[in-house]
């Protein structure tokens, strides 16, 4: 692999660009827009800033409306200069009004923000990475890398070949079989470690500081974290530029939480939708729950965990984002909760009986949180309610297997068909018997 040097890429700015600076999330320094992620004075995250003046001339419903039916119709509110982004379709993902899963849980207006179906790898880490690679290749980078629970491999692995960028990722050695493969055929140099997600994620700050990669979420975390905003301005255009009254959407670092309710405060701030304070909640898995903990506990600190949960997606031990997280919760009203490794299986299975979704373990854990705030009386059901779905479940099949019973195995005569639904029926009732118990 060639090692690349970061570049500033001049003449790639064109007037179109509304990305000014990183800022410096702690102590508010400044920096030029190249590849760097921790302030130099603090040591504080650095995130991108825009010129809301320029964006609130220049931008209206209209002119979102009539660009491409991708995360790149927002192309304004994302730090890239190039006219001609990487766009594989990325966005734009279903927001489905939920019926039967709504009256299963006692809620009048919920929807389902279905980003299972994201393109090309089937997870909203398309939007982050689509971002991250095209302002890479504004920097000069020619390699980029990641570290990754799994769907960040994938994505980064087949946008770089989209792209024509060489490529290197890294995912702990014990990753789901579904997600090694979708990241292996896009044929990235792929390094299993032998260890969880927060020693990967250390190894891979030494090697972006020795190799000089572009790492979308070391050094150019800045940047790959704004893709999620698009998860926040999509839902407000398909709910007929409104916000909803309440979200619910899976932790693990934290910045996907943090980076939808920038994009609300962004719409809001440029006149696009009417100011709204809506309530934020988050959900993690008892296994890995250290923004929970800190949440329930009162505390402005989160504590490292060791990740032990079949939500390997969301097993972050040492959330970067935690902290923020906590504040948008606080702030807004919402709450974060955690459930066990059964209640995320039930949690993907309630999904996919009630909407014909099949989500993997993160989405798990999030319909779960969701079922047990309403149950606590923290949801009220008259509110309008997304629940952001993140990825797909054919990449975690493990975690449902034994769980979701075995087809009916006949002869191929008539009599044998009557048999096999007969005991169907029967053991259909007794479930049901059981679930009224």
Known sequence: MTQATQVHAPGTQTTAATFTSLICKECGAEYEPKASHVCEFCFGPLELGYDYDALRRHVTRESISAGPNSIWRYRPFLPVATDSPIDVGTGMTPLVRSHRLARRLGLK???IKNDAVNMPTLSFKDRVVSVALTRAKELGFTTVSCASTGNLANSTAAIAAHAGLDCCVFIPADLEAGKVLGTLIYSPTVIAVQGNYDQVNRLCCEVANTHGWGFVNINLRPY??????TLGYEVA??????????IVAPLASGSLFTKIYKGFQEFIKVGLVDEKNVRFSGAQADGCSPIA??????????MPVKPNTIAKSIAIGNPADGIYALDVARKTGGNIESVCDAEIIEGMKLLAETEGIFTETAGGTTIAVLKKLVESGKIDPEESTVVYITGNGLKTQEAVHGYIGEPLTIEPKLDSFERALDRSRTLDRLEWQQVLV
């Open 109 to 111: 207006k919920l929807y």
């Open 237 to 246: 255009e398909q709910l007929g530029w409104q916000l909803p009254d309440h």
């Open 293 to 302: 903990a800190a949440f329930r506990e009162g505390r402005d600190f989160v």
């Open 224 to 229: 790959y974290s704004e893709g999620s905003k």
